[in-house]
């Protein structure tokens, strides 16, 4: 079995000491940085996602994993920078305001650094105006909102209709997803897609930068 | 024990549908079905039907209350919706609930002009989920001394210990009945409870991880639940814990019940 074959395992096993020790020696060994997160990480994370989308792996197992991803992400950015790798995309994210929830938030966020993204996760009872500071500094293509509660999904609907106001709306892609979120509720507020889980999440992700 | 019957919850889609059809039917079916299982309360709400819903809370209140005189617990975090179904109660309702964040002086407000019974939810005074049984602590803290401050009379309040999924957060199950027991010690005339199934979210089996935690929650001094009371291993499942825990003098209800059974 190869390294990156071994590693992708070990990710999808959620097991966090071996894949770490795997990504440095992927390194060491002078792998391309690019080629250990497509045909290594991405892929587990996409193997994981569709696993996860049919019930046959639960939410701690799908945690484990994105939590081993995190830590091969965070040594091998680095090296994804210096070999001046371009990110697929650029993606600001955060849970709306009033909102506590993160878990959810942080998969998602986890699952698309893993796709390839630049991920700006703002955290949990963000601001409209958070929001609109963190477009304007870092001018993603993707914004990914997120909602636990029937109340605060409300503030979803605020930020799209604040963008227009702004003008900026027409400069960044809006997705959205949480519990409550439904795929007509998407389209009322004028969201541009949605995702029922993580992985839905990084697919519509994706399929809006490609329609660019 | 208090059992809220959680039933009739627009986030559950059948119950969203009969809402948006106007399926007293259905409504009128998941009334009856809580009311013969034993629920002290029912749980209404309508908020998924999000522009709605001060509308749809006040037909189902209305097709609710004709159905049965058991109390209703009015789940909103809105003060205008939680107002509006009040008023169309007939016995004081129960408000599900009050946090300490922004809204919470409006509600408190309509608790005293009500008269109602009210459930506290100890999160809000800062930013994200109270995780570790200190910050909840502290958040309990806050909102009774609120209420107390405002006159809130101890035996209209219910403590949420406020449970998190084990699956996302290892530490989600021990902290709630960790909590259940130091607010048991720390405010002793406040009736403490719990919507117990957020503790099996994303984990296969969830009944079997709601009945066990359940039973750890009673001898913790769980007063009561936010429950689905029409499963019956769940509610076999109280009545053979407070036997256990001596809450049940003689065994009297646990014999009662498995009597009745045969």
Avoid at chain 2, 10 to 25: H, P
Wanted: with cysteine; proline share 4%; net charge negative.
């Amino acid at each position: 079995m190869s390294l990156l074959e071994e590693l992708k395992i070990q990710v999808e096993e959620g097991m966090e000491d071996e894949a770490l020790e795997l990504t440095k020696k992927a390194i060491d060994d002078g792998i391309n940085p690019k080629e250990i997160l497509d045909d290594a990480l991405i892929s587990a994370m996409k193997n994981l996602g569709e696993k996860y989308s049919s019930g046959e792996i639960y939410v701690p197992e799908m945690l484990m994993s994105a939590n081993a991803m995190k830590l091969c992400m965070d040594i091998l950015r680095p090296k994804l920078i210096e070999a001046k790798v371009k990110p697929v995309g650029k993606c600001v994210i955060g849970t709306v305001k009033d909102d506590l929830h993160d878990i959810g938030q942080n998969l998602v966020s986890t699952m698309l650094e893993g796709a390839g993204f630049e991920v700006y996760n703002l955290g949990s009872d963000v601001s409209t105006d958070e929001f609109l500071n963190s477009i304007k500094e870092k001018q993603p293509h993707i914004l990914a909102l997120s909602a636990m509660l029937t109340t605060t999904m409300l503030q979803m609907e605020v930020i799209i209709k604040t963008l227009k106001e702004e003008a900026m709306r027409d400069k960044v892609k809006v997705i959205i997803g949480g519990a409550p979120i439904t795929p007509d509720f998407a389209r009322e507020i004028g969201a541009d897609g949605y995702g029922k889980d993580a992985t839905e999440a990084v697919e519509m992700a994706k399929k809006l930068l490609s329609n660019r | 024990m208090i059992i809220i019957g959680e039933l009739i919850n627009s986030t559950r889609s059948k119950v969203k549908k009969a809402i948006e059809d106007k399926n007293e039917g259905y409504i009128r079916k998941l009334v009856k079905l809580q009311v013969e299982a034993g629920a002290n309360y029912l749980d209404v709400n309508s908020a998924m039907t999000v522009k709605k819903e001060i509308e749809d809370l006040k037909w189902l209140i209305e097709v609710i209350q004709d159905e049965t005189d058991v109390k209703l617990a009015i789940d909103t975090p809105a003060p205008e919706a939680m107002e509006a179904g009040i008023k169309l109660c007939k016995k004081p309702p129960l408000m599900n609930s009050i946090t300490n964040e922004g809204k919470k002086e409006k509600l408190i407000k309509i608790a005293k002009e009500y008269n109602t019974e009210l459930i506290a939810l100890p999160l809000g005074s800062k930013k994200g989920l109270p995780v570790n049984l200190e910050d909840r602590l502290n958040e309990a803290k806050i909102i009774l001394g609120d209420l107390e401050k405002e006159g809130i009379n101890q035996d209209k309040i219910y403590l949420d210990v406020l449970i998190l999924g084990i699956g996302s957060n290892p530490s989600g199950g021990r902290t709630a009945i960790q909590m259940a027991g130091e607010c048991k010690k720390e405010f002793p005339g406040i009736k403490i409870i719990g919507g117990l199934s957020n503790i099996s979210f994303g984990l296969p089996d969830r009944k079997l991880l709601n009945r066990v935690f359940l039973a750890m929650m009673i001898e913790a001094g769980l007063d009561g639940a936010i429950i689905d009371p029409s499963d019956k291993d769940l509610m076999e499942t109280i009545i053979a814990s407070e036997a256990i825990t001596g809450r049940d003098k003689y065994c009297k209800s646990y014999i009662k019940y498995m009597r009745g059974k045969k």
